[in-house]
């Protein structure tokens, strides 16, 4: 058992406080995070993996999604970004990944590194990854209902939206780490 005790707090300070560091969750990363510009590979135009400033790529904001073309952009980001390896960018979802895994961030890091993507870990840990896959999709789904209350898309639509974001959720939890990403570009007409 102490061996076991040392051998975590090696890897701890081996792994988890670099990618601490590189997303924000020490001061000093905290602190030189203030207004950057993000690129589409998941970087800033720092260089520092978007992680550090608690967005993801494309930097969709739930809360103020309001149009049709926003909500398309909202499901793409579901399904993460692949360039960020198993941690497909968990920033924008950490909220519910904290309620649902009950884990603390750099725990995640460290599982993700040893190769679990968030399906092994939810089950590690005995969650069904159907629960985290329902709580992200919910979580995200006011954004839907925003843009149904606007008029700009039907109840019928809004289920769609809601089949497509289940889609992205489910393939993010259970991404392997090989399928290529896939592009929702909206519904079929």
């Known amino acids: ?3 076991r005790k040392t051998l975590a707090a090696v890897l701890l300070a081996a792994v988890v406080v670099p990618v601490a560091a590189a997303c924000g969750t020490t001061a ?10 993000t690129t589409d590979t998941g970087t800033s135009l720092d260089g520092a993996p978007d992680c550090a400033r608690g967005g993801g790529p494309g930097g969709v904001d739930v809360s103020s999604v309001t149009t049709e073309e926003q909500l398309v952009e909202l499901v793409q ?15 924008p979802v950490q909220d519910v990944l904290d309620e649902v895994l009950a884990i603390s961030h750099d725990e995640l890091h460290v599982r993700m590194d040893a190769g679990q993507n968030l399906a092994a870990v939810a089950e590690d840990i ?19 209902d925003a843009v149904l209350a606007s008029g700009e898309i039907t109840e019928d639509e809004a289920e769609q939206y809601r089949a497509a974001l289940e889609e992205a959720f489910t393939f993010r939890v259970n991404w392997d780490g090989e399928e290529a990403t896939p592009t929702f570009s909206g519904l079929d007409a």
Request: glycine share 10%; net charge negative; proline share 4%.
């Open 1 to 3: 058992m102490k061996l």
């Open 126 to 144: 005995g969650v069904d990854p159907q629960d985290l896959v329902d709580t992200l999709v919910g979580a995200w789904s006011p954004a839907i």
């Open 77 to 91: 980001e579901a399904y993460g970004d692949a360039g960020l390896d198993l941690h497909r960018g968990h920033q």
């Open 28 to 37: 000093e990363a905290a602190s030189t995070t203030s207004s950057t510009t």
